[in-house]
Structure formats: C-alpha cells, structure tokens
C-alpha cells in the first residue's frame, strides 16, 4: 500500500510561520505531482502549490510570495512552508501525489490524512 503522512500544522499567530512536510512510503515505482490542497468545511478542496517531479511550481493566487512549495525526491517528501500567515489560511491541509506503484500500471491520486492550520491571535 501507499501512504502519505503529513506533519507540521498547528495553532500560529496572524504573521507567523508554519512548515508542512508530507513523506510518500510504500511500494512505489514514481511519483510525478506533489502538492498541498486545503479544505474548510462545506467547501470543495483546493489547491494550494503542488510541484512535478520535474521541477517547477503552480500556487494558487492567494498564497504567491508568501508560501513556497518544495521537494526532496530522493525522500520522498514535499514541504510547504508557510510565512506570512493570514487568519483565512485557517483549513485542513491534505497532501496530494500522484504514484504509479509499478513500471507497468498508471498514476493515481493519493491523499494524506490532513493536518489542521489555524491562524488566530
């Protein structure tokens, strides 16, 4: 099986800093896409960085300059941290991967658990 755990939320303060990491394990042959998603309840998930194995990034336009996404392929890992942080950042953070477990068989989509962000003073 695969699994995707993620760590780092918290209780921060307007302003503040956080930083998410979220480690693939499991039998896995590749991974392509890794991000971050965050959903408030009753609301749709949405995506919030995610990056290819290839490089390069996609941030929603509400997070740009103060979040930055990365990865470490060789540990299976994608970061997110957080700076700058607003009280509407508020949500359960989900990381999301899409792994293909063998050479022969294609990508799903994969999801971690989800961590809580909350932004109060």
């Known amino acids: 099986q695969v699994q995707l755990v993620e760590s780092g939320g918290g209780l921060v303060q307007p302003g503040g800093s956080l930083r998410l990491s979220c480690t693939a394990s499991g039998r896995i042959f590749s991974i392509n896409v890794m991000g971050w998603y965050r959903q408030a309840p009753g609301k749709q998930r949405e995506l919030v960085a995610s990056?290819?194995?290839?490089?390069?990034?996609n941030y929603a336009d509400s997070v740009k300059g103060r979040f930055t996404i990365s990865r470490d392929n060789a540990k299976k890992t994608v970061y997110l941290q957080m700076n700058s942080l607003k009280p509407e950042d508020t949500d359960v953070y989900y990381c999301?991967?899409?792994?293909?477990?063998?050479?022969?068989?294609?990508?799903?989509?994969?999801w971690g658990q989800g961590t809580q962000v909350t932004v109060s003073s």
């Open positions: 999301g991967a899409n792994i293909a477990r063998t050479y022969w068989s294609g990508s799903s989509r994969y």
């Open positions: 990056m290819p194995s290839a490089g390069g990034t």
